[in-house]
């Protein structure tokens, strides 16, 4: 294997900023933590920065997935002599985790991730289920500051709430600018999630939890009264314990399931199908 990139322009189009510094590549493969045997798949490798010593770290197992197709003839090339190697061309926010694992190990999906796919990234990966063992990503700190942001803080929003319902959040460290060529105006962290075997609460129609949070953070600036109007009482959201005077970065993940179940439970009885 060579580590030397093959001449790229990095695109804007495609958000990219490619990683150079050799101790924060070190330092991430580390926290990933593989071992030959481990089904990983790398989103966005670029020109093969963190490729390389994940190869090695996984016995030359490894998949990639990249939509840049002027990228992947320098991967083929660099890494021509690793038969174990396969790449995926196309986009992720596209691909079927779950068929691509298959009836193998779950998968072990790792990748730098540009700020414009990053969300609608992440929500597709939660809803591969027990498809997808962990991720360790690079984000811009802003989006792995929401991920990680506990009830109340001013980062709390709908992906933190969705991404804690299904997954430990752990914000590991950050990355700064000059880590990059380009280098990109903000710092960069990496994130590690791990999709709980046994979630500590459990909704009961997950998709109309994720309709109760994303109408909730609808506009923060005002109440659960006002948000979910339509949907739950303010005397009903009192009787769970809840103050609908509350605004939704306040509630916690299990009190956003204590609700959409309340409202999944009153649209099932005889009065809520007649309403």
């Not at 609460?201 to 600036?221: H, I, K, T």
């Amino acid at each position: 294997m060579s580590s030397r990139p093959t001449a790229h322009r990095a695109r804007k189009r495609f958000g990219q900023n490619f990683l150079r510094d050799l101790g924060i590549i070190s330092r991430i493969v580390r926290s990933i933590g593989a071992r030959p045997g481990d089904r990983v798949v790398e989103i966005g490798p670029g020109q093969g920065a963190l490729t390389e010593p994940l190869l090695v770290d996984t016995a030359g197992r490894l998949e990639v997935i990249e939509l840049d197709r002027d990228l992947i003839p320098g991967l083929r090339v660099q890494f021509f002599d690793q038969p174990d190697f396969v790449i995926h061309e196309g986009d992720a926010l596209k691909m079927d985790f779950v068929a691509l694992r298959g009836d193998g190990q779950p998968l072990r999906v790792v990748g730098n991730l540009p700020y414009n796919i990053s969300t609608p990234l992440i929500s597709h990966l939660l809803r591969a289920g027990d498809a997808v063992l962990d991720m360790h990503f690079m984000l811009q700190k802003e989006v792995v500051d929401r991920l990680a942001a506990p009830p109340g803080g001013s980062e709390r929003g709908r992906l933190s709430v969705l991404a804690q319902y299904f997954c430990d959040v752990e914000s590991l460290f950050v990355v700064p600018p000059e880590a990059f060529v380009p280098q990109p105006k903000v710092d960069s962290a990496i994130v590690r999630l791990t999709p709980r075997a046994q979630r500590t609460c459990q909704a009961d129609d997950e998709a109309l939890l994720f309709d109760v949070v994303r109408s909730a953070f609808g506009q923060r600036r005002k109440t659960l009264r006002n948000n979910l109007k339509g949907r739950i009482e303010a005397d009903a959201l009192d009787a769970l314990g809840i103050d609908p005077s509350r605004r939704p970065q306040t509630l916690s993940v299990e009190e956003f399931v204590t609700i959409a179940n309340a409202i999944h439970a009153a649209d099932a009885s005889p009065a809520g199908a007649s309403e």
